[in-house]
Every structure is written in C-alpha cells, then in structure tokens.
C-alpha cells in the first residue's frame, strides 16, 4: 500500500483536505500524484490527467491528459471514462474518434455516471460513432434524468413538450423544466431553462383553462400594450406600402435621406410589431411561426423594394463567372475576420468581466423554433434575415449616405446603426465589428452581394453552433 502515500500527500497539497485554491502548490501536488500514478493507481492518474488538462502544476498537455485518463479508465474509474470519451469526441490530444468516444461514453453510463449517460444519449440521436436509435437516446436521457443531471432533465422536458420520442404532455415537460432550472449551476444554462420554463408555464395555463388564461395574460399588460399591436400593425401598413411602392419606382438610385429614415424606422416598426402579436397571441403561435412570421414581416418589404432596382446600383457590378471568384473570396476573407473579432471580443469580455458572454437572448427562441419547424427557421434566419438587413444597412442607407459623407463615415456610421437596431446590448460591439467590415467589404468590392453572402455564412455558421451547442 506504500502508492497512498504520494496519492494523500498530492491531494493534502492541492487542497482537496480544505486548504483554499489560493493557497495550493500544483507543482508539488503533480509531482506526488506523478509518484502515484506511475505506481498504478486509478485516482492518481485522474488527477495527473487533470492536472495536465488544466494546466495546474505541469504544462497544459493533452496528448498526456489523453494518456493518463486512458490508464485510469481501463482501470475502471468512471470519471476517466467519461473524460476521455469528451477528449475523443472533441478530438483533443489527437484525432476524432467517435467511436471510441461512444466505447468509453458507455462504460462510465453503465456506471451510473450521469453526463456520461446525457452524452451517450446524444450520440445515439445524432448517429454519431455508433449507429443511430432514438428509443436508445431517449433511454439514456432518462437514465441522466433520473439521476438529476440538469441537461438530460432539459431534454426530457423538451421531448414532452414537442412530443419527440414520447407522448406529449406539457405538465411534465414543465415539472421536468422545473427540476432542471433548480438542479443547473451554470448561470447562462439557468437563465435558458427559467425562459423555456416560462414558455412550458404559459402553454400550460392557456391549455387548462384557454378563455381565463388568455383574459389574465392580456389583464397583465396595460391598455396600451394590449392595443400596441393593432396600432404597430396599422402604422407599418400605412408607411409600409406607400414606401415599397416610392422605392420601387424610384428613379437616379441612391435614394434621399428622407427614404432610407423611413426604412430604417419601418426595420424597427416591423420587429416591434411581430413581438406585439406573438404576446398578443400566446399559446396559439410556435416559436417557428412566430420567428418566420417576424423575418418575413421585415424582409419581404424590403426584397419587394430592391427588386426594382435588382440589375441596378443597388447589387453593384454585373457579375460574370470570374467575378463570382472575386466576390466569393470577399466574402469569405471578411467572414474570416468576424469570425476572429468574435473570437478576441469573447476573450476580452471574460477577461474583463470574469465571467462567459451571455448568450443572445434570441438563442432560447431560435432552438425552439428549430424543434417546431427546422427548415422554416433556418430559410428565416440564415436566408431571409441576411439578405434584408444588407440591402438596407449595406445598400440603402451606406449607398445613400455615401452621396454626402466620406466613405470612412459612411461605413462607421451604418455600422453602428446596425449594430444598435439588433437591440441586444452585450452585442453591441461584436455586431458593430462585424458591421465595419460587411461595409467595407461593400465599399472594397463594388458589390452588395458580397456582404450578403457573408452575412449568410455568418448567419449558417452560428446556426449550426447553436444546433450541436443544446
């Protein structure tokens, strides 16, 4: 039994006996797990593996967190299991292995490690290292359920919800929200539970009892909320049309300043009008109705105005197959860099505020509205919306603008603009960034397609990290 000693002693120093992070020595602990491990013993080598995982003690090295995990899971330790299963999922410390992924998944599950048992789930939905069996997924979620694991709680409750798998009932889907929002620690998993959670409440009130329900929901907001959207709804026809049909015969493109204010304010008029009908309206609208009801109420106006225009100014250079070659390479060149500013504003706001970027308070709308209706949300989203939002910012208003102003001003000008209609606070400076270079991109190529193919990568891209994120 002489391997114990290291194993106390490591654990003692890294202050898993009650001493504070603060005051831990991780290069003295890694050396005594080091001691241990090479003895054979399973929880030394976890913790050696975690040390080189996280960079506590040793260098972060995944290649030797994949070996001492390895070791450790062959000797049956669950936790070892699961974690190299995550390595092999991830591809971290070498190639992806989804296979293997699923082979060491399963082990930890039949142990009864619940995120084991969650993942394995998802692999068998997805198909993904092991062959594809929904009545197998929906049986290690609820394994994972059981067993009080958040996510697989969440899964559940989604499933009795849609009725994917299993019956629908909407009062366990929100007994199982409920559960799911008290067990999760993460503070941006909670915030996404406790909105879906609310939704779940909401449909169960207006399912019980329809007449009462919808009369207190409506009761809770004042008269002018409640009025707000026959007033929003009228408005936005009554600028709407005349607008559209100003555009479309308008003639020496760009248009005057008097126009593009007026489109900008019908941009935000129409956003405020579809949310008035989805409150208005609770219950009776799925959250991929409601977000194709929303894009289709802001794009189809202004794509019924740009055709007017279509092989004008507004596209931009007439496009050839070599220019196609040209404007593609733009395109992708400043999706490149969103992408990377993404990525640096990510980092400088965890630095800074000690703590994840919140998640777009659209993302709990956009997965259910995937759930309801897949294919109309993803033409919604990473069509319809891109293609709107450019012919207005990059060609309307930056075109127009462009006739008075520099085109540095121009392009600073719209950009914030942008970045201030999408209404959404911590976004204010990555949508901003991403605007700066849509516009120059605009500017550089002579084109408004290629900003729109960019905003549709933009647009495809985070809808498939959001999609494989849940």
């Known amino acids: 039994m002489s391997f114990l000693r290291p194993i106390i002693i490591g654990m003692v120093i890294a202050g898993m006996a009650g001493a504070t992070w603060a005051e831990t020595n991780y290069v003295e602990a890694a050396k005594w797990f080091r001691k241990a491990a090479e003895q054979g013993d399973a929880t030394a080598q976890f913790n050696l593996a975690a040390c080189y995982h996280n960079g506590q ?28 299963a995550v390595y092999y999922d991830n591809g971290r410390g070498g190639a992806t292995n989804h296979v293997e992924a699923a082979k060491w998944f399963r082990k930890a599950a039949e142990q009864g490690h619940a995120e084991a048992q969650f993942w394995l789930g998802r692999l068998y939905e997805k198909g993904r290292g092991i062959q594809k069996n929904e009545a ?39 007994a199982l929200m409920t559960q799911a929002e008290e067990k999760e620690t993460d503070a941006e998993m909670l915030k996404f539970f406790h909105n879906l959670r609310m939704l779940y409440d909401l449909q169960v009130s207006l399912t019980s009892n329809p007449q009462i329900s919808m009369q207190q929901f409506r009761q809770a907001f004042p008269r002018s909320a409640r009025i707000g959207p026959i007033v929003l709804g009228f408005l936005y026809f009554i600028l709407g049309i005349p607008l559209i049909i100003r555009s479309y015969r308008y003639r020496g493109y760009p248009f005057n300043l008097w126009i593009i ?17 989805f409150v208005w309206m609770p219950g009776q609208c799925s959250p991929g109705l409601f977000l194709a009801v929303t894009v289709l109420i802001n794009a189809l106006p202004i794509i019924a105005a740009a055709l007017g225009t279509l092989r004008g100014p507004l596209w931009g250079c007439a496009v050839s197959r070599a220019t196609w070659k040209v404007l593609l390479c733009y395109a992708l060149w400043g999706f490149s860099l969103a992408l990377f500013g993404d990525w640096v504003y990510d980092q400088l706001w ?5 703590a994840p970027l919140p998640k777009q308070p659209t993302v709990p709308i956009i997965l259910q509205a995937f759930r309801t209706a897949p294919a109309l949300t993803f033409l919604a989203v990473a069509i319809l919306a891109p293609v709107a ?19 540095a001003v121009t392009i600073l000008i719209t950009a ?20 700066l270079i849509l516009g120059w991109t605009r500017y550089r190529s002579g084109s408004l397609l290629v900003p729109v193919l960019m905003h549709i990568l933009n647009n495809i891209y985070f809808t498939w990290l959001m999609w494989q994120g849940f």
């Not at 994972?144 to 009062?171: C, H, I, Q, T, W």
């Not at 965890?350 to 000690?354: H, I, K, P, W």
């Open 261 to 277: 204010l007026a489109w900008l304010v019908l941009f935000v008029e129409g956003q405020a009008f579809a949310f008035g009908l």
């Open 389 to 407: 939002e450019e012919i207005v910012f990059r060609g309307f208003i930056q075109d127009t603008l462009q006739k008075h102003l520099s085109p």
């Open 57 to 84: 003690g040793v260098p972060t090295n995944y290649v030797e967190a994949v070996k001492w995990f390895r070791l450790a899971a062959e000797q049956g330790d669950a936790k070892a299991q699961y974690n190299l």
């Open 350 to 354: 965890a630095l800074l505020a000690q």
């Open 416 to 435: 914030f603009l942008f970045s201030v209609v999408h209404m959404q606070v911590e976004y204010v400076v990555p949508l901003g960034i991403m605007g």
């Open 136 to 174: 197998e997924a929906i049986a290690w979620y609820n394994k994972a359920a059981n067993s009080g694991y958040a996510k697989a709680l969440a899964e559940m409750a989604d499933r009795y919800f849609f009725g994917r798998g299993v019956p629908k009932d909407a009062n366990k889907a929100l």
